[in-house]
């Protein structure tokens, strides 16, 4: 089983800035790939980003050229900088793994979740 505990979510002006990490213990042996995925009120959850353990990526349309996933295998923590936030990116980030490739198969593992709000 594999534990995973986010950090980083706040309050941010509209243009700003935020960095998010995620660490994970337990069954780290077994995880591939890392991501983060996000949910805004009254909306389905989404796939932000996703990094493997070799360091390839993936990223949302909507993000691309703002946010940057990025990990530390040594530590087992994945990072997501956020760099010219809107107000749409405002939602609740949660952390993600599995043992597959950054395909379509599904997430297994879930933090619990960080609220980042971007005010206009």
């Known amino acids: 089983q594999v534990q995973l505990v986010e950090s980083g979510g706040g309050l941010v002006q509209a243009g700003g800035s935020l960095r998010l990490s995620c660490a994970a213990s337990?069954?780290?042996?077994?995880?591939?790939?890392m991501g983060w995925y996000r949910q805004a009120p009254g909306k389905q959850r989404e796939l932000v980003a996703g990094?493997?353990?070799?360091?390839?990526?993936n990223y949302a349309d909507s993000v691309k050229g703002r946010f940057t996933i990025s990990r530390d295998n040594a530590a087992n923590t994945v990072y997501l900088q956020m760099n010219s936030l809107k107000p749409e990116d405002t939602a609740v980030y949660y952390c993600a793994a599995k043992p597959y490739g950054l395909g379509p198969s599904p997430y297994d593992s879930w933090g619990q979740g960080t609220q980042v709000t971007v005010s206009s």
């Open positions: 990094i493997t353990i070799n360091g390839r990526t």
């Open positions: 337990g069954s780290i042996f077994s995880i591939n790939v």
